[in-house]
């Protein structure tokens, strides 16, 4: 079983900026992918970013350009550097993974390992 944990979320003004970080441990799966996923209010849970085991990286549509994923796998972690934040930004965001065979996927039901969740405030 893997843990995750986020860390990182806060209160921003709107075209602010915030870092998220998500450490992995226990029985990671091999070569694992890492995705971001963010859930606000009433909606449901939306792909941010997935970043396979050797780096490549693939950005929902709504934060292309602002948003930036990373990972150091011999640390286990992961970031996600928001840049230009927006109201429509606020969400829960959760970090997630699964094995890095099965590529990037962008639905909430492709990974079975997730975190609890960091909140992200973006006021306007």
């Known amino acids: 079983q893997v843990q995750l944990v986020e860390s990182g979320g806060g209160l921003v003004q709107a075209g602010g900026s915030l870092r998220l970080s998500c450490a992995a441990s226990?029985?990671?799966?091999?070569?694992?992918?890492m995705a971001w996923f963010r859930q606000a209010p009433g909606k449901e849970r939306e792909f941010v970013a997935g970043?396979?085991?050797?780096?490549?990286?693939y950005y929902g549509d709504s934060v292309k350009g602002r948003f930036t994923a990373s990972r150091d796998n011999a640390k286990n972690t992961a970031h996600l550097q928001m840049n230009s934040l927006k109201p429509e930004d606020t969400a829960v965001y959760y970090c997630a993974v699964r094995p890095g065979i099965l590529g990037i996927g962008v639905e909430a039901n492709e990974y079975d390992s997730w975190g609890q969740g960091t909140q992200v405030t973006v006021s306007s």
């Open positions: 970043m396979t085991w050797g780096g490549w990286t």
């Open positions: 226990g029985r990671t799966p091999g070569t694992y992918t």
